[in-house]
């Protein structure tokens, strides 16, 4: 089993900068794959970036340049550095880990005003 905890949302401005962590607990030497997805209501979740455990990372289209995902092995945590917010990616993002079984974090909102 493995426990993830988001946390970092919250209210911004358009082009303003927030930076979500999510913390891993339990079976964390079987994880493989961790990343972040977001879902906006009336949406699916969708990717938004991920990265292995050996630091390859992947992006969502369209947060490429904005956002930058990084991993702390050490400290079991994922972060998520996002700039240049747009209204657009207001959603509740979800931190994600693979072992290859997926968790789920709770989800933290993330709300950017025009």
């Known amino acids: 089993q493995v426990q993830l905890v988001e946390s970092g949302g919250g209210l911004v401005q358009a082009g303003g900068s927030l930076t979500l962590s999510c913390a891993a607990s339990?079976?964390?030497?079987?994880?493989?794959?961790m990343g972040w997805y977001r879902q906006a209501p009336g949406k699916q979740r969708e990717l938004v970036a991920g990265?292995?455990?050996?630091?390859?990372?992947t992006y969502a289209d369209s947060v490429k340049g904005r956002f930058t995902i990084s991993r702390d092995n050490a400290k079991n945590a994922v972060y998520l550095q996002m700039n240049s917010l747009k209204p657009e990616d207001t959603a509740t993002y979800y931190c994600?880990?693979?072992?290859?079984?997926?968790?789920w974090g709770q989800g933290t909102q993330v709300t950017v005003s025009s």
């Open positions: 339990g079976s964390i030497s079987r994880i493989n794959y």
């Open positions: 990265i292995t455990r050996d630091g390859s990372t």
């Open positions: 994600k880990a693979a072992t290859p079984r997926n968790y």
